[in-house]
């Protein structure tokens, strides 16, 4: 629930404001203190890769073609200091 939560409030505030009055949805407190206790670093995680694998080898031969896209990431002007 929260991460869809945290889609929604990322892509559009004023649309999760208008939500959260037809919804029972997480204050954006709570989405953001979420946040904070996530530890994210830069490049490709080595869970997705083992998770990857793991999902090629259950596949048969002649099914085991996989192509790994990365498309542009978005970013936000923003200034925030995170003291962890």
């Known amino acids: 629930m929260k991460s869809i939560s945290l889609s929604i409030f990322h892509a559009s505030p004023k649309t999760y404001r ?3 009055k037809l919804f029972i949805l997480p204050t954006p407190e709570t989405l953001v ?3 904070r206790k996530l530890n994210v670093y830069p490049g490709v995680s080595p869970k997705i890769i083992a998770a990857l694998k793991s999902k090629v080898r259950a ?4 099914d085991r073609q996989c192509l790994i896209v990365f498309d542009a990431m978005g970013v936000k002007k923003s200034l925030s200091y995170d003291a962890k």
């Open 18 to 20: 208008i939500l959260s």
């Open 33 to 35: 203190e979420s946040l």
């Open 59 to 62: 596949m048969k031969p002649e």
